[in-house]
């Protein structure tokens, strides 16, 4: 199915002066969508889909993939990163750093049809940075205490991360896939679960794999985050950023983007640009949007792409 998305993964070599950039993986597997894909009717609206995709991007020398062939809101990823990291599961406080990507699964007429009556308007219930953080506490509501409570997971990578004997570790996983807590997520979880790796004695990798894409609005921040996500940890623990590597299943694109993806395909990629981290923090939960300085980065005109819930 994914002839030109297996094509480009097949011959990937890391040579940065070569002529295919990393992009273009993204760029094909939205071209066999398009040509191949197999037209469905799912929760939310008819899709082209395919089963299947693996993309590689290096994080090497301060790079960080963020699409160029369209406008990538990359302070929004962040700020969304970042409120993962500390755990927190309320969209108001996503809302009052400006980012309102979660509004429409957290308004009370979405929440009730979860059957989360009991939620108050913008609470995101116990999705990806909870689990990360608080694995398996029991849920009580965006603003209660969770100190100490549950399994916090992204510790404990770090600490494995930090300790020389042991950052070879096979085990460094992260899952946001907790089967009894998935009906109190205002979503389940679409990234799933995450694996970090260390070779040749710093280089840290992270793959990820994520059971639902879209392709349109969701990929582009998957991979931002992902890679962001990577370079925090590799400056918190003393090692160098070297890969993400980003495992798709089910890959679609919904009806209403096709049009505009067409547009995109046609467009041919920047270089990525570079991230410095300015500070290391004490702690995880300590880092701000002003610790994180993205350089040249040049890219397209954004395509506008309706977020569907």
């Known amino acids: 199915m994914l002839k030109n998305v ?26 066999d969508l398009l040509n191949e894909g197999s037209m469905q009717k799912g929760r939310n609206g008819n899709v082209k889909t395919a089963i299947g995709a693996a993309q590689h991007y ?6 960080i993939p963020i699409f160029t062939t369209k406008k990538t809101a990359w302070k ?25 990507i979660w509004d429409g699964n957290t308004t009370r007429e979405f929440l009730d049809s979860r059957g989360l009556q009991h939620y108050e308007e ?22 209660a205490d969770y100190s100490g409570k549950g399994i916090d997971q992204l510790q404990n990578v770090i600490n494995t991360l930090k300790d020389p004997e042991q950052r070879t570790s096979r085990r460094m996983v ?18 799933v679960i995450m694996q970090f790796n260390v070779i040749d004695g710093n280089k840290l990798s992270c793959c990820m794999m994520q059971r639902s894409v879209d392709e349109g609005c969701g990929a582009s921040f998957n991979v931002a985050s992902y890679s962001f996500l990577t370079h925090l940890l590799a400056k918190h623990c003393d090692l160098e950023p070297y890969e993400f590597i980003h495992y798709m299943n089910n890959c679609h694109i919904y009806e209403e983007h096709l049009e505009p993806l067409k547009e995109q395909i046609t467009r041919t990629p920047h270089d990525f640009p570079t991230l410095t981290i300015l500070n290391k923090r004490d702690n995880i939960n300590d880092y701000t949007i002003d610790d994180f300085k993205v350089e040249n980065y040049v890219h397209e005109a954004p395509i506008k792409l309706k977020m569907v819930a």
């Not at 290096?58 to 790079?63: A, D, F, I, M, R």
Request: include cysteine.
């Open 122 to 143: 913008g609470d995101a219930g116990s999705l990806y940075g909870f689990s990360w953080r608080f694995w398996n506490a029991p849920y009580k509501g965006c603003d």
């Open 58 to 63: 290096s994080l090497e020398n301060g790079k």
């Open 6 to 31: 297996v094509e480009i993964n097949k011959h990937k070599n890391r040579d940065l002066s070569q002529p295919k950039h990393e992009e273009y993986q993204y760029l094909n597997l939205i071209q």
């Open 174 to 191: 992260i899952s946001a896939w907790n089967v009894e807590q998935l009906d109190s997520g205002c979503l389940p979880p679409c990234h």
């Open 76 to 100: 929004t990823c962040l700020k969304e990163l970042l409120w993962f990291i500390k755990g927190d599961t309320s969209n108001k406080r996503l809302n009052d750093v400006g980012v309102h």
